[in-house]
T-cell receptor, first 113, second 113 residues
């Protein structure tokens, strides 16, 4: 069965370190997204991609970057981790014609100490 | 700015006690409204898409309806396995990008046996 996997599931890091969260999907979807979920907030979009070599900023993109070198993967990099980036991060993908029907991974719990 | 407000924040029901969750939205032209279910420690799972006022969708004990200002998720004779957080999201039809979903903060539903 097709799926979307995130790794690691849990990560603890220190302020100022660079961190990369992995996302891999086997749906063959062109669209991929990174969200963060925090108490008191809904899911907020960090970055998204409509295909290989395409990346775009979402509403909370400061301090994050992504790259898309193939269809399957969209890694999320925190350039210099800050305590405000402690959160649960979700990767998602969707078909081109139904952007709002998202398939989510199980999430990465990131703690920045 | 697009806004989504879900109510109540939390709802506790007895098994078999039907009820409804509300999703009020403000959007500059609605492309679609989406319902998701999220279990603890997991990513959201897609339930329904609604496109226009008057539309209804059903799946097992769940029925979603849409008006011009809000959507309801009706739960008929719920079971304990329906316990989860239910998320609502809207996608605007205006603007240059068709990616953006605005999520509500969710309703935490607990069904007691």
């Amino acid at each position: 069965d097709a799926e979307i996997t995130q790794s690691p599931r849990h990560k603890i890091t220190e302020t100022g370190r660079q961190v990369t969260l992995a996302c891999h999907q086997t749906w063959n979807h062109n669209n991929m997204f990174w969200y963060r979920q925090d108490l008191g907030h809904g899911l907020r979009l960090i970055h998204y991609s409509y295909g290989v070599q395409d990346t775009n900023k979402g509403e909370v993109s400061d301090g994050y970057s992504v790259s898309r070198s193939n269809t399957e993967d969209l890694p999320l990099t925190l350039e210099s981790a800050a305590s405000s980036q402690t959160s649960v991060y979700f990767c998602a993908s969707s078909e081109q014609v139904s952007v709002g029907k998202l398939f989510f991974g199980s999430g990465t719990q990131l703690s920045v100490l | 700015e697009d806004q989504v407000t879900q109510s109540p924040e939390a709802l506790r029901l007895q098994e078999g006690e039907s009820s409804s969750l509300n999703c009020s939205y403000t959007v500059s032209g609605l492309r679609g409204l989406f319902w998701y279910r999220q279990d603890p420690g997991k990513g959201p799972e897609f339930l329904f898409t609604l496109y226009s006022a008057g539309e209804e969708k059903e799946k097992e004990r769940l029925k979603a309806t849409l008006t011009k200002k809000e959507s309801f998720l009706h739960i008929t004779a719920p079971k304990p396995e329906d316990s989860a957080t239910y998320l609502c999201a809207v996608q605007a039809s205006s603007g240059g990008s068709n990616y953006k979903l605005t999520f509500g903060k969710g309703t935490l539903l607990t069904v007691n046996p």
